[in-house]
């Protein structure tokens, strides 16, 4: 019996197919004249965005296990705009040992962007300081994310929309995004929003938030108007700044008439604990 199986085995491997690492790198040079459009949509993995060193061209690294996913990465000239699909081929079948894919972007810095992201699984890090972002939209089902500008938007961000279902999220120095309009959704897990940095002086964020532990950066030498209300606010255990005071249904800062420049914010609490700090 011995002497059947082995050759039988040895067929089945020999007639199997051999997958591999597909690893992906190009790069597309961009109208700086015009908005350029870039639309990530990832199923899994990691994900990496950063200003790149080139200010008319974008880098796009990818790398991923082909038996697991399936690409589709293209550049319409004629529309300034770049799609990068990263698909999941079976979400039944799951193998530990090469889930993940990894996708790396690499922005140019003369052009206005507008960047949609949507990530369903995976990890996320996002440093966008230095660049000239028009407009930004992120969603996230599930996993980390860290988003951050360390140095001023170049331009006046239209708006910031971001969403995130389950898991830890940071976004630092949204202040440097220099938004107009901020709208934050937090779903269950951790999140910290810290609005510190270079903000415009009329600006405006809204915070929804559902379930778990949430701590707000309110920035300094703003006058601070500032909402904390909704239909499940009495389940959320609350601990704000000392420095903001409550009048009406608003809190304000002491400074608030004096200061030229003013932020307004609009928190919805859920269930859980909200730290608001100044």
């Known amino acids: 019996m011995k002497s059947k199986v082995l050759p039988i085995l040895f067929l089945l491997l020999f007639i199997m197919p051999v997958w591999g690492q597909e690893e992906i790198n190009k790069t597309f040079t961009v109208s700086v004249d015009r908005p350029f459009e870039i639309i990530l949509n990832v199923d899994a993995g990691e994900v990496v965005v950063v200003r790149g060193e080139s200010g ?14 399936r690409d589709r990465i293209s550049f319409n000239e004629q529309k300034n705009r770049l799609r990068v699909f990263v698909d ?5 079948r799951w193998r ?5 894919s990894f996708l790396k972007v690499e922005l ?43 140095q001023p938007n170049l331009i006046e961000m239209d708006f910031f929309d971001f969403s995130s279902r389950v898991g830890e999220v940071r976004l630092i120095n949204l202040g440097n995004a220099r938004f107009h309009k901020a709208d934050i959704n937090g779903g269950i897990g951790e999140m910290e929003v810290d609005f ?7 600006s ?24 904390i209300g909704g239909g499940f606010s009495f389940l959320s255990h609350k601990e704000i700044d000392s420095s903001l005071y409550r009048r009406g249904s608003y809190y304000y800062s002491e400074d608030f008439n004096d200061m030229e420049k003013k932020f307004y914010v609009r928190i919805t609490p859920g269930l859980g604990e909200l730290t608001i700090n100044r």
Do not use: C
């Open 196 to 202: 510190t940095g270079d903000l415009l002086d009329q």
């Open 88 to 92: 999941k081929r079976s979400w039944t």
């Open 108 to 150: 140019p810095f003369e052009a206005d962007i507008l960047l949609d992201a949507r990530v369903k699984a995976g990890e996320i890090s996002m440093e966008l300081g230095g660049l000239r972002m028009k407009e930004l939209s992120f969603s996230n089902w599930a996993g980390e994310v860290e988003l951050s500008f360390d």
């Open 204 to 227: 405006m964020a809204k915070v929804d938030l559902d379930i778990g532990e949430a701590s707000i950066q309110l920035p300094e030498g703003m006058g601070i108007k500032m909402r």
């Open 56 to 69: 008319s061209s974008v880098h796009v690294i990818l790398r991923y296990p082909e038996d697991e996913y």
């Open 96 to 100: 530990k040992d090469n889930e993940n």
